[in-house]
């Protein structure tokens, strides 16, 4: 005939949150193995910036590429500063490679080689 239920049970049907709760193993694993396979599918290679150093200049000015206008200074503190052009001392900092002072790109690239903005 069929199975015996107690009464207050019939009727009664699951929860919506708890048939989500079942399925949620599942679902994470394959969301997990589809952004996995996208990721190696795309096969791009993200490259960190470049920073930009003197190399074999023989002169005690760091080589400086075009566009590259963001002075890298290293204070007596043994600070990392960098300074854009128009700030209140960018003409008078020299870039000096032999210290391990460096020419930047943009203030991200100089970000994330560890190096903060000049204050003033």
Known sequence: ?????????????????????????PLVLALLGFTS???VATNDQ??????????????????????????GNINERGEH???MPGQAYYLATRVNAARG???FCSQWEAWWAGWRKAKV
Do not use: N
């Open 1 to 25: 005939m069929g199975k015996a239920v107690h009464p207050k049970l019939m009727g009664r049907r699951r929860p919506l949150w708890r048939s989500l709760l079942a399925v949620r193993l």
């Open 37 to 39: 396979l996208a990721y």
């Open 46 to 71: 993200h490259q960190l910036p470049g920073v930009h150093t003197g190399g074999g200049s023989s002169s005690k000015e760091a080589f400086r590429k075009s566009g590259c206008d963001i002075k």
């Open 81 to 83: 500063i960098y300074h």
């Open 101 to 103: 002072e460096r020419w």
